[in-house]
């Protein structure tokens, strides 16, 4: 389960995907494959939650990992390359950007 707080020093990784309405539960089936089948047995992983708008034209990926070595190391194996081949044929655009916890309110 991914905390937000920021006494920790694990990676947050927020990652934006951009598609048509007709595409977006499409790109939610192979996010969620991708998460229950090989993201989440990777080494680092801590957890996920995949958010999507009204309109069905953006999904945000909010995943922690132990380091930031642990991120990529899983973004260069093999099926997450053939995965995220996948994902951009269903969307637009998306981008995976690393952010560090500046603050959290309870």
Same mark, same amino acid.
């Given at each position: 389960?991914? @905390?937000?707080?920021? &006494?920790? +020093?694990? +990676?947050?990784?927020?990652?934006?995907?951009?598609?048509?309405?007709?595409?977006?539960?499409?790109?939610?089936?192979?996010?969620? &494959?991708?998460? !229950?089948?090989?993201?989440?047995?990777?080494?680092?992983?801590?957890? *996920?939650?995949?958010?999507?708008?009204?309109?069905?034209?953006?999904?945000?990926?909010? *995943? +922690?990992?132990?380091?930031? !070595? &642990?991120? +990529?190391?899983?973004? @260069?194996?093999? !099926?997450? @390359?053939?995965?995220?081949?996948?994902?951009?044929?269903?969307? @637009? *655009?998306?981008?995976?950007?690393?952010?560090?916890?500046?603050? *959290?309110?309870?």
């Amino acid at each position: 389960m991914p @905390r937000i707080s920021d &006494d920790t +020093q694990l +990676q947050t990784v927020i990652t934006t995907f951009e598609m048509s309405p007709g595409t977006c539960q499409d790109l939610l089936d192979a996010l969620a &494959d991708a998460y !229950e089948v090989f993201i989440s047995k990777q080494p680092g992983f801590i957890g *996920s939650g995949l958010h999507v708008n009204d309109a069905q034209t953006r999904i945000a990926n909010y *995943s +922690q990992w132990e380091r930031r !070595e &642990d991120f +990529q190391a899983m973004l @260069r194996t093999e !099926e997450m @390359r053939k995965r995220n081949r996948q994902f951009n044929q269903l969307c @637009r *655009s998306f981008e995976p950007v690393m952010y560090d916890v500046a603050a *959290s309110f309870n």
